[in-house]
């Protein structure tokens, strides 16, 4: 089944970017949409963004819509997130997700495999 690795977090001042990233392996990308999500201290997991199995349809969550964009390199087998003017209120665990269906999917059962995330932290 395919796993899937996070890389890209860190320690950023508000108002900085940064460019998550989501490595497959042991199977490939192109027939999986594909999703973002994010978890707080004490929050629920919540929706960030998707891109369908082509990559031709995205969906974002409002509080993230026009500074985040998600994007998809099936050669690479990777899919990217770069996440624009943060804010403190960004300061999460990243998550990416993986399911075979056409996508893009916004709610967190609709994704079967799941990375083990990558910390990002919004300093104000």
């Known amino acids: 089944q395919i796993q899937l690795v996070e890389s890209g977090g860190g320690l950023v001042q508000a108002g900085g970017s940064l460019r998550l990233s989501c490595t497959a392996s042991r199977d490939t990308i192109s027939s999986y949409a594909l999703g973002w999500f994010r978890q707080a201290p004490g929050k629920e997991r919540e929706f960030v963004a998707a891109?369908?199995?082509?990559?031709?349809?995205?969906a974002y969550a409002d509080s993230v819509r026009g500074r985040f964009t998600i994007s998809r390199d099936n050669a690479d087998n990777t899919v990217y997130l770069r996440v624009n003017s943060l804010r403190p209120e960004d300061t999460a665990v990243y998550y990416c997700a993986a399911d075979r269906n056409f996508g893009p999917a916004t709610v967190r059962y609709d994704y079967k495999y799941w990375g083990q995330g990558t910390q990002v932290t919004v300093s104000s």
């Open positions: 891109i369908s199995h082509r990559g031709a349809s995205t």
